[in-house]
């Protein structure tokens, strides 16, 4: 797993919508862009099979967390995904607002992103690590060899993210996929992963009422499935 064909995916990739109308589309070559960002950011903190990410996700998934995600398991990292904290050393990542949750008080760093669409820097003390100022020094590429060795950890289950049943082989570009105020199931994983760097759309929402889902799920086509709390 790498970004090879997602770097070469034209048009919209990987859209997400906010509250209040927030709204941003990238395509797959920004997409991988910010995923080589992160792990420039990552890689100054020893990004590597001793790296573990914990990621809570206390306000569904965002597209800040995703791209981060994928930076440290392409990148060879551990990401950990649950309520509770990893019991060894660990760095997180969370949203403004969630920098003090007991969650992460253990942490060696704490990134914090900010989550409007827009928005070029976090308003955090030098406690913790501003997301959206800092990856933004990080080169679009990477030299770093990215072989999708890293390890997905999902409420204390490995997830076996890279096995290749998980999607259906086509030279087509795979129909959009919705993930709807929610996250993937530990089992969702493989199949939403795959889908994304293999060039599919994704749409991502958080904090949207159900019925401005639905038109936003009328809006991409062809839905190939979906993944979450809601269902079309």
Same mark, same amino acid.
């Given at each position: 797993? @790498?970004?090879?064909?997602?770097?070469?995916?034209?048009?919209?990739?990987?859209?997400?919508?906010?509250?209040?109308?927030?709204?941003?589309?990238?395509?797959? $070559?920004?997409?991988?862009?910010?995923?080589?960002?992160?792990?420039?950011?990552?890689?100054?903190?020893?990004?590597?099979?001793?790296?573990?990410?914990?990621?809570?996700? $206390?306000?569904?998934?965002?597209?800040?967390?995703?791209?981060?995600?994928?930076?440290? =398991? =392409?990148?060879?990292?551990?990401?950990?995904?649950?309520?509770? $904290? $990893?019991?060894?050393?660990?760095?997180?990542?969370?949203?403004?607002?969630?920098?003090?949750?007991?969650?992460? +008080?253990?942490?060696?760093?704490?990134?914090?992103?900010?989550?409007?669409?827009?928005?070029? &820097?976090?308003?955090?003390? &030098?406690?913790?690590? @501003?997301?959206?100022?800092?990856?933004?020094?990080? %080169?679009?590429?990477?030299?770093?060899?990215?072989?999708?060795?890293?390890?997905?950890?999902?409420?204390?289950?490995?997830?076996?993210?890279?096995? &290749?049943?998980?999607?259906?082989?086509?030279?087509?570009? *795979? /129909?959009?996929?919705?993930?709807?105020? &929610?996250?993937?199931? %530990?089992?969702?994983? *493989?199949?939403?992963? /795959?889908?994304?760097?293999?060039?599919?759309?994704?749409? =991502?929402?958080?904090?949207?009422?159900? +019925?401005?889902?639905?038109?936003?799920?009328?809006?991409?086509?062809?839905?190939?499935?979906?993944?979450?709390?809601?269902?079309?």
């Amino acid at each position: 797993m @790498d970004l090879s064909v997602i770097a070469h995916t034209g048009g919209p990739v990987l859209i997400w919508r906010g509250p209040d109308f927030d709204r941003l589309d990238l395509t797959g $070559p920004v997409v991988s862009n910010w995923v080589n960002k992160g792990v420039g950011l990552f890689g100054d903190y020893d990004l590597g099979p001793d790296f573990t990410l914990f990621v809570p996700l $206390p306000e569904g998934l965002h597209w800040r967390e995703l791209v981060a995600i994928l930076s440290v =398991l =392409l990148a060879g990292g551990r990401v950990v995904i649950a309520a509770e $904290p $990893p019991q060894e050393d660990f760095m997180a990542l969370v949203p403004f607002g969630h920098e003090d949750d007991e969650s992460v +008080a253990d942490a060696d760093e704490v990134f914090v992103f900010n989550p409007p669409a827009l928005a070029l &820097s976090t308003p955090v003390d &030098s406690d913790f690590i @501003d997301v959206n100022s800092a990856i933004r020094a990080y %080169p679009d590429v990477t030299s770093r060899r990215l072989d999708g060795s890293g390890v997905l950890e999902i409420d204390g289950q490995v997830i076996d993210w890279t096995n &290749s049943g998980a999607t259906a082989g086509t030279r087509t570009r *795979p /129909q959009g996929l919705l993930v709807a105020n &929610s996250t993937p199931l %530990p089992g969702e994983w *493989p199949c939403f992963l /795959q889908h994304l760097l293999g060039g599919g759309e994704v749409l =991502l929402t958080t904090q949207v009422d159900d +019925a401005r889902i639905t038109d936003l799920a009328d809006g991409l086509g062809v839905v190939r499935g979906t993944l979450g709390t809601w269902t079309k």
